[in-house]
């Protein structure tokens, strides 16, 4: 499959660094976003990020066209808040919406896709399709099947993220996928040894820089992720494990109360 019309819901990082690469590709772009504002800021972010790569900015934005709703296209990738319920009401809406034979995938970093193919009646044509933050720069796209996805699907996914000019790598169906099964046990620790007056952020951040040769630390990577997004994948990986391991640390709950989310509101673990 080629692919030649994506619709991406959602304008935000993820998704509007998810528009930016499948346009560069050559590729046309539907951008929806319910958000008043939104796509207008994604667009503008977009054009900062073509500029700092040395893109061809017009030619590239040229082929994204903003959308007030749901229309038809090749592919959905989903991109919307981390939230089960959104996305699975998004994804009823976008089966009745797209073609049959449509591929609907989502950004999700934890919420389990054998959930969301469940709400549509196209389980086979379901996949998860993980970016990275930034994703005009990182290379890896985390690939998840769920349940019924469908060797075809699994094989045009994986054939496009190369087309994209990243490197896929496949994961099974389990809570938090590897990534973030990985990382956010990792980013809750450090937000432990925070609490528990190990170190100062910086400390804790430089550490894990020099020490690990992390090109971020995990308190500043959970800034950039947003600190309310880490606490959404920790408890998914908490409910879905069953393992106390993964429950948020109460620091990292606290800011979130507090609306310190990192870089999108200007403070998390560090001021902006």
Same mark, same amino acid.
């Given at each position: 499959?080629?692919? !030649?019309?994506?619709?991406?819901?959602?304008?935000?990082?993820?998704?509007?660094?998810?528009?930016?690469?499948? %346009?560069?590709?050559?590729?046309?772009?539907?951008?929806?976003?319910?958000? *008043? +504002?939104?796509?207008?800021? +994604?667009?503008?972010?977009? /054009?900062?990020?073509?500029?700092?790569?040395?893109?061809?900015?017009?030619?590239?934005?040229? /082929?994204?066209?903003? =959308?007030?709703?749901?229309?038809?296209?090749?592919?959905?990738?989903?991109?919307?808040?981390?939230?089960?319920? #959104?996305?699975?009401?998004?994804?009823?809406?976008? !089966?009745?919406? $797209?073609?049959?034979?449509? &591929?609907?995938?989502?950004?999700?970093?934890?919420?389990?896709?054998?959930?969301?193919?469940?709400?549509?009646?196209?389980?086979?044509?379901?996949?998860?399709?993980?970016?990275?933050?930034?994703?005009?720069?990182?290379? $890896?796209?985390?690939?998840?099947?769920?349940?019924?996805?469908?060797?075809?699907?699994?094989?045009?996914? =994986?054939?496009?993220? /190369?087309?994209?000019?990243?490197?896929?790598?496949?994961?099974?169906?389990?809570?938090?996928?590897?990534?973030?099964?990985?990382?956010?046990?990792? &980013?809750?620790?450090?937000?432990?040894?925070?609490?528990?007056?190990? #170190?100062?952020?910086?400390?804790?951040?430089?550490?894990?820089? $020099?020490?690990?040769?992390?090109?971020?630390? *995990?308190? #500043?990577?959970?800034?950039?992720?947003?600190?309310?997004? @880490?606490?959404?994948?920790?408890?998914?990986?908490?409910? +879905?494990?069953?393992?106390?391991?993964? %429950?948020? @640390?109460?620091?990292?709950?606290?800011?979130?109360?507090? +609306? /310190? $989310?990192?870089?999108?509101?200007?403070?998390?673990?560090?001021?902006?």
């Amino acid at each position: 499959m080629d692919f !030649d019309h994506v619709l991406v819901v959602g304008a935000g990082q993820m998704g509007g660094g998810i528009a930016q690469v499948v %346009a560069a590709s050559g590729r046309r772009v539907s951008l929806h976003d319910p958000y *008043p +504002g939104a796509v207008e800021r +994604g667009l503008g972010a977009m /054009r900062k990020s073509l500029e700092r790569l040395g893109a061809d900015v017009d030619e590239t934005l040229a /082929r994204v066209t903003p =959308v007030d709703d749901l229309v038809e296209a090749d592919l959905l990738i989903e991109a919307i808040t981390e939230d089960a319920a #959104a996305k699975e009401e998004l994804f009823r809406r976008v !089966d009745e919406t $797209l073609p049959q034979g449509a &591929i609907l995938a989502s950004n999700t970093s934890s919420i389990p896709i054998t959930s969301l193919a469940a709400v549509t009646a196209r389980p086979e044509r379901v996949i998860g399709m993980h970016f990275f933050n930034p994703v005009p720069v990182l290379k $890896l796209v985390e690939v998840i099947r769920g349940v019924e996805t469908s060797d075809e699907t699994a094989a045009a996914i =994986v054939a496009l993220a /190369r087309d994209l000019g990243k490197e896929p790598a496949e994961a099974r169906d389990f809570p938090g996928f590897v990534s973030n099964r990985i990382l956010m046990p990792f &980013i809750n620790e450090a937000a432990y040894a925070l609490m528990e007056g190990v #170190a100062e952020p910086e400390a804790i951040d430089t550490i894990a820089k $020099l020490g690990f040769a992390h090109p971020m630390g *995990p308190l #500043a990577l959970a800034d950039l992720i947003g600190l309310d997004t @880490c606490v959404a994948i920790m408890e998914v990986l908490h409910r +879905g494990l069953g393992d106390p391991k993964y %429950a948020p @640390c109460p620091l990292l709950r606290q800011y979130v109360q507090a +609306g /310190r $989310l990192g870089r999108k509101t200007g403070r998390g673990f560090y001021v902006y």
